[in-house]
């Protein structure tokens, strides 16, 4: 047999949750000379397409571009220029 104080009955309600996998990325750095902000790319044999509308005063505005690469694309160094393809996986 149970009581009734007349007092509500508590209640706890549990929550299980999965997991959460946050993606942490380290910084990228010049094994060379250290610069962690600084990169570029370069592409062989691009095809870059521009399209441009002409203003009634005879200028132009660019409406669309696309890009083609066909050859290899290299990472550098925007400080030393050392060639960091090999780490360009990482982007």
């Known amino acids: 047999m149970t009581k009734n104080t007349g007092r509500p009955e508590r209640r706890h309600r549990i929550v299980?949750?999965?997991?959460v996998t946050v993606m942490v990325r380290e910084k990228l750095v010049c094994p060379y000379c250290g610069n962690d902000e600084e990169f570029f790319e370069v592409a062989e044999n691009a095809y870059v397409v521009v399209h441009f509308l002409q203003n009634?005063?005879?200028?132009?505005?660019?409406?669309?571009?696309?890009?083609?690469?066909t050859g290899v694309v290299?990472?550098?160094?925007?400080?030393?220029?050392?060639?960091?393809?090999?780490?360009?996986?990482?982007?």
Request: charged share 35%.
């Open 16 to 19: 299980a949750r999965k997991p």
């Open 56 to 69: 009634e005063d005879g200028t132009f505005v660019p409406m669309e571009e696309n890009m083609e690469i």
């Open 74 to 91: 290299k990472f550098y160094c925007g400080r030393c220029q050392a060639d960091l393809s090999h780490l360009r996986d990482r982007l």
